[in-house]
């Protein structure tokens, strides 16, 4: 059985699979912001990183996809600059690294390319093994993941339909 530690790290180097790399980019987007902020799995559960920044950062997901691409765009360069200000500085450097990965996502995203989100994902994954006991950070990836199947497939069931 492959530890929790080594899918997370084959995630990122791309021998397998990471959620949210495919799907609509609305499913894709929300998935992220609850990355930030959910409650039980989200980067708001790591010190250093406070509700309102979860907050605020997964708001800005949610209106990736919708939103004004200049007034998004000016938004996500500020959090770029933020996330670079404190990465060094909070108890967990990924959670700040995942915030610097959304905002290349999203110019990726509003300039019309692909984005794959692994970076953003497997740099919240490694925020949860560097500050919580393992067994917590498992549970909270493994919850992480199952609501991104769920949330994924129940996405691709109403486009069927």
């Not at 492959?2 to 180097?13: E, G, H, I, Q």
């Not at 949210?20 to 609850?34: C, L, Q, Y």
């Not at 939103?67 to 959090?79: E, L, M, P, T, Y």
């Not at 450097?93 to 970076?119: H, K, M, P, Q, T």
Request: glycine share 6%; with cysteine.
């Amino acid at each position: 059985m492959t530890s929790l530690v080594d899918r997370v790290y084959f995630m990122a180097t791309g021998q397998l699979e990471s959620p949210a790399t495919e799907g609509p980019s609305a499913v894709r987007w929300g998935w992220i912001a609850d990355l930030y902020a959910h409650p039980q799995w989200g980067l708001v559960t790591v010190p250093g990183f406070s509700q309102a920044e979860a907050q605020t950062v997964a708001s800005l997901c949610r209106a990736t996809p919708i939103g004004s691409v200049d007034s998004i765009s000016a938004r996500w360069n500020v959090f770029e600059q933020l996330a670079a200000i404190k990465l060094d500085r909070a108890p967990s450097d990924y959670a700040w690294a995942a915030v610097a990965n959304s905002s290349i996502d999203a110019r990726d995203y509003l300039a019309g390319g692909d984005f794959s989100g692994v970076e953003t994902v497997t740099s919240a994954f490694w925020a949860h093994l560097t500050v919580h006991p393992t067994a917590v950070a498992e549970n909270r990836i493994s919850t992480a993941i199952e609501a991104w199947n769920t949330r994924f497939h129940s996405s691709t069931r109403g486009a069927a339909a």
